[in-house]
């Protein structure tokens, strides 16, 4: 049995959750709507308050398919009651980002700016010249758009320079020495 799989979801009040035919699923709560499509194998049962996934038999893609239908469930559930957000920092000299309504401007040491748009149902916020939020209520959009941030400039190993997650630790090389 799959430890996650097994787990129930808890639905918070404020919080209702549609099972509707091949396991299209709705989640509708205090911050939006998200709806997904989950793997029509699953069987998923909503039992008051909970909702459990349960799998028809123990083949490998059964048992892998468990535990990630679960997960997406319950991203679901958390994603409209609180939501997801990802910060990342810049580092470098004159590297800056600012924000100019759903555009978000990188100045990250090329010879051009680079012009970002914010996707539907994700957003960017500057919090200074060098932090970036973003945030939103599908965990998938906001770490691809973080990622795609992230992906302009990425930290190098020797001073760190580049747009990193905040929570992230870069690993450092000691540079080149001179001669003797």
Not at 103 to 123: A, K, N, R
Not at 149 to 154: A, D, L, N, V, W
């Amino acid at each position: 049995m799959s430890r996650i799989g097994k787990m129930p979801i808890a639905v918070p009040a404020g919080v209702t959750v549609e099972i509707a035919e091949n396991n299209h699923v709705t989640v509708k709560g205090p911050k939006g709507t998200l709806e997904r499509t989950l793997p029509q194998e699953m069987e998923i049962k909503q039992e008051g308050a909970e909702i459990t996934v349960s799998r028809p038999n123990d083949l490998k893609k059964m048992r892998s398919l468990h535990g990630l239908t679960r997960t997406l469930l319950n991203n679901m559930v958390v994603g409209v009651t609180d939501g997801y957000s990802k910060r990342l920092i810049i580092t470098g000299t004159g590297y800056r980002a600012q924000k100019y309504g759903h555009t978000l401007t990188l100045f990250l040491g090329y010879s051009h700016q680079i012009d970002m748009q914010d996707p539907d149902g994700v957003d960017s916020v500057c919090e200074n010249q060098t932090t970036i939020v973003v945030s939103g209520i599908d965990k998938e959009k906001v770490g691809q758009y973080a990622a795609e941030i992230r992906s302009k400039r990425e930290p190098e190993p020797y001073k760190g320079k580049g747009i990193h997650y905040s929570d992230e630790h870069i690993r450092r090389k000691v540079g080149k020495t001179g001669k003797k």
